[in-house]
C-alpha cells in the first residue's frame, strides 16, 4: 500500500469516528505514512491507522494540506472530480470566508469561487474592503464537487472535515465569514435556519482560539434571490463594523 493509500484509509476511518460524535473535530494533526516495501508485505486497515502519528502544528502547511487534498479518496466525490479544490488566498488572512463546496467552474479549474456566485463574492467582499488577493483566504466544507451540486452528504462532510480544521488552525483568521446553509450548519453543527443564523457575530470555538463568526446568505442564493440581497449587504455591514472595533481596540 502507497503512503497516499494508507492517509486517505486513515482519514477516513477517523472522519467516520467523528461522524457519530460531534460531528465536526479540531485537533487532528497530519498523518505521517511510508510506501510499503517492494516484497509484496500488505498492510491491513487496522494496522495504518495504528501507525498514525500526529504532527506538531508548527510542522503542517498550506502546501501539505492542498497536497493532501488534491490525493485524497476519503470519500466516493473523490471518483468525479476533475479537480479538488483546497483553497486560495493570503496566508495570515483578516478574514476566512468558508462556502459549502465547489461548482462545475470551480471542479474545472481547481479554484474557489470562480463561477457566478464567485465572481459575486468578490464583488461583496470588496464593497467591504476585504479581497482574495489582499486580506482573506477562501475555501469549503468540503473539497470535491458533489454530483450535480447536491448538497453533500453527511460522510462526505465528514471525510473533509480535518481539511479544514487545519486551515483554520494554520491561518489564524481574525474573523470567519460563513457563506450559506450548509457550511454555517457543518460548522455550528445546528439545523438552524440560514435566516435565523445570520445577522449575529458570535463566537467560533477553533480548538483554543475564539474567532468571531458571521453566517451570511450563500452568494448563489442572492442570484436565485434578489431579496436576499438587502440583508447579505446588512451582514457585510456588521462584519465591516466588526473589524473597525476590533482595529480601534488595538490601537
Known sequence: ?????????????DAAAALTGSGYRSGQGEYHFSDDAESGGEVTGSEAVDSVTAADTASDSLEKIAAAVRSCSAC?????????????????????????GPGADEDSSGRPFVGRAGQLLDRMLASINLSRESNCFIA??????????????????AACASFLERQIRILKPRFILCAGRIAAHTLLNTAEPIGKLRGNCIDFQAGDTVIPFLATYHPSALLRNEDLKRPAWEDLKLLRSAIEGSE???R
Open 76 to 100: 466516493k466525490l473523490a471518483t468525479g472530480r476533475k479537480n479538488a479544490v483546497p483553497g486560495e488566498g493570503v496566508s495570515n488572512p483578516l478574514v476566512m470566508v468558508i462556502g459549502e
Open 140 to 157: 469549503n466544507v468540503i473539497k470535491c464537487r458533489p454530483p450535480a451540486n447536491r448538497d453533500p452528504q453527511p460522510d462526505e462532510t
Open 248 to 250: 480601534n481596540h488595538v
Open 1 to 13: 500500500m502507497t503512503a497516499d493509500e494508507k492517509t486517505s484509509l486513515a482519514v477516513f476511518l
